[in-house]
């Protein structure tokens, strides 16, 4: 059974590079106007939207930014990025109840809870490449969902943590429309954060790593320990994302460290495209937002929906809703300068 | 000798899976001087450069830089320690520019590559020297294209700029003017004859005559082992080389 049949490109691999800092090198005004357009549709949003569901969008920007961060700009798709999302839920849902700080502060404690996680993950795990690194974050991440699953003293097993407080400096909070414009700061903050690691020195030596690692070696770039670096990054803002989802929900059951978990933060990002960093919080709109409209009307497979777009977002625009926007843009561009 | 070479190997020896690539070579680099690594397709010459940067662990022997044992380090340390090298098959990075490319490898030994908080504008900081090295391989005019729209004379070129940018102290290239044009081949010649001052070059290289123009001292390996060493024209003249490659083209024919 020697079939030579002539298997498509790893579909978990990006399409063709759609240029790496392309909208950086778009012209300044262009960068601008769209800072300005996302930041107008971000202290809109809750206006338009059941303020709930903004808030979950938010989150799920964070959490889709933090993947992307290693899926496109240093090429390891974790698929185990639910313990770091659910791993800050649990540590922010627990400092608040507990210790009754204002929620950044519990947001930030989970956040770093997630980093510290982590470390040890990301060691293990930065020394395989392909589907075995996808493989050995899902393994772990497994891991963290059974000891949250068996640690009901301080977990509540499958109860969940329940009245996680949103307290900050005695404000009310208690209105999701609030919330979401206190939480903003931070999640922008996340996002801005996000920007500059991949604009940054250490952003070009990581995306020399995911083009040709060897190449990266010989110049002297220690590859494991950038990796491992850019993994604790992305932890810590997919922990900024999870710490904010469980004060906005108020509570924390298991799902959050669920494998479905680290799949839909992989599919948002594969569906608003890889290696684009907004694509993740476009497709983080569209996901959270179509779930809850099929949610609301009724309908039972809401998988099946979401699965089918994406299979049909791969299928026919491999970079994704952003990068194949870009690559429209750029197209268009380039034939009216000629 | 050992003890006046830049670079050397004891009993040097690689297998994979049964089969001996390297075996038991000894190799002494004198400082400033190039070496070039000769021999028939399989001989082992990209093994050894392999083995002699840290891509590959040997399976037996050692290898010193200066005095210093290095066997066993990975890529990136023996790097840092100033052995640079080029890749037999183009290696770089398709989506950065040329002077990208340089840059980063400029920016290698600094320390600037763990700023993620800062803008990658700070890498402009070696912008000159970036362009100097990329006008010094002549590709001034190329600076702004991504290395894959490179024709391949021009990207073999500019490996030899990173390599440079590292400003190592040995010089590892594997086959630098492998399928390049008659110009480009001397272009290339007349380069390294260039940077090799205050250097050490070691270069695998089928092209005779470059070997010819540039080369001291002239290794012949086959089948893994060091068959002659010694002056180009000693090697040239040497009947067990001339049988090595001509038993070896017969058998590619």
Redesign the interface.
Known sequence: MTSTVDTPADATRPAP?S??LTVARAPGWVRYALLAAGLIAALWLPNGLYPAVAVDILCWALFAVAVDLLLGFTGLMSFGHAAFWGASAYVTGLVAIHAGLPFPAAVLAGALAAAVLAVPIGYLAVKRTGIYFAMVTLAFAQMVYYVANEWRSVTRGENGLQGVPRSLFGLDLSDDYYFYYAMLPIVLLGLAAAW??V???????L??IR??P??A???????HR?KL?AFV?SGFIAGLGGGLFAVGHRFVSLDVLHWTTSGKAVVVVVLGGIGTLWGGVLGAALVVRLEDWLSFSNFEAIGLVTGGIFVLVVLLFRRGIWGSAEALARRWWTSRKR | MAGQALLSARGLTRDFRGFRAVDGVDLDVAPESVHALVGPNGAGKTTLFNLLTGFLRPTGGRIELAGRDVTGLPPERVARLGVARSFQITSLFPQLTAQEHVELALQSPSGLGWRFWRSAKLMRRYHDRAAELLDMVGLADLAHAPSEALAYGRKRALELAIALALDPKVLLLDEPTAGMGLEDVDRTVELIARVRQGRTVVMVEHNMSVVGRLADTVTVLQAGKVLVEGPYDEVRADERVITAYLGAADAAR
């Open positions: 590079p240029g790496l500059r690691i604009h940054s020195p250490f952003g070009r030596v995306v020399g083009d040709n060897a190449r070696r010989a110049l002297g770039y220690p590859v950038y670096t990054l």
